[in-house]
């Protein structure tokens, strides 16, 4: 079979092109929402962990956009004064475009009631008293389909985790393997990271247009929490893990490349990759070159990409 490269620049242009449609695709899917009826009654949805992912989770829930969903319950470790404050105010993503009270058990937000608790144990959590149905496990300390027990214990009947599964725990990525998705079956999935939701549907689209031999993928991410912010000692085997995220590029390990085959089994084995941490606190690139078992051309696959990521089975 001949052979074809896609290198690392011919990607990036590719996302430059994807970044010029985002206003449209933006009002597309709004226009969707907009239009379409849902049926039936809402889903009723708990948030656990009032870190990055759990507030975004509580903002977009809170706005209406998607009356598919009902946020009736939120757990953290931290009072309901201090989340009021945390939802406010987002150094990344500006002033929450809502209102927001509180009170001792709860935060109003929108004129809506979500009842509050403060608790480490998941079973304690008091999903079934909430009427909660669906848990977005955002602590990032409960990551296996054991871990997430106390959940059902509590009244859950299905837990979304918000962060790479641990075990053999289903990895589902919209847009790659979400009509995989066994409602009888499937209790807990993982929707794995947000690097590997970034590279899996490319990667997915390649394959099944040109054919993947193998691939080496880079990812420049930014900061996140679990990094230095002056340069420290780790327990890491990696020293340079502790250096200051805001003064320097730190090479990382990352399993993203590797756990597409999880979500898109016919990667196994063909896709490795590394991270360089960078001091941004949001917005992460990835560069992906591939060797392709079919020919190609670059305008075919720069023509290709964007005509998927408008499919409706991705807004």
């Known amino acids: ?74 757990n953290s470790t931290s009072s309901p004064k201090y989340m009021q404050y945390l939802l406010l105010h987002d150094t990344v993503h500006g002033r929450f475009g809502g209102t927001c009270e509180y009170d001792d058990d709860a935060l109003i937000i929108n004129g809506m009631r979500i009842s509050v608790s403060l608790t480490r144990n998941p079973a304690e959590i008091p999903w079934a008293a909430s009427g909660v149905d669906y848990v ?39 847009g790659v393997n979400d009509q995989d998705y066994d409602y009888e079956t499937m209790h807990v999935v993982s929707c794995a990271s947000c690097t ?32 230095s912010t002056v340069d420290g000692a780790v327990k890491a085997k990696d020293w340079r893990a502790g250096r200051a995220a805001s003064a320097n590029i730190i090479p990382a390990t990352t399993g993203a490349a590797k756990a597409v085959a999880k979500c898109y089994p016919p990667m196994k084995g063909k ?16 560069d992906l070159t591939v060797q392709l078992e079919r020919e190609t051309t670059y305008e075919e696959i720069k023509d290709e990409v964007p005509d998927c990521s408008f499919c409706f089975h991705l807004i």
């Open 136 to 174: 977005c496990e955002s602590t990032g300390g409960f990551l296996s389909t054991e871990d997430c027990a106390g959940h059902f214990e509590a009244g859950a009947k299905k837990v979304v985790i918000s962060a790479p599964a641990k075990d053999d725990t289903p990895t589902i990525v919209v």
């Open 196 to 227: 590997t939701n970034g590279l899996a549907p490319l990667v997915k689209l390649i394959h099944e247009k040109w054919g993947i031999k193998h691939g080496m993928m880079t990812t420049v991410h930014a900061a996140t929490a679990s990094q």
């Open 1 to 74: 079979m001949p052979e074809h490269t896609i290198n690392g620049d011919a990607m990036c242009t590719q996302f430059n092109t994807l970044l010029e449609v985002e206003t449209v695709f933006e009002k597309t899917a709004c226009e969707i929402r907009n239009t379409e009826k849902f049926a039936g009654p809402p889903i009723r949805v708990g948030v656990n962990g009032f870190g990055r992912i759990g507030r975004q989770v509580v903002r977009i829930l809170s706005m209406g956009r998607h009356p598919e969903m009902q946020l009736r319950h939120i």
């Open 271 to 286: 896709l490795t990759g590394i991270a360089v941490r960078v001091p941004v606190v949001d917005v992460s690139m990835i």
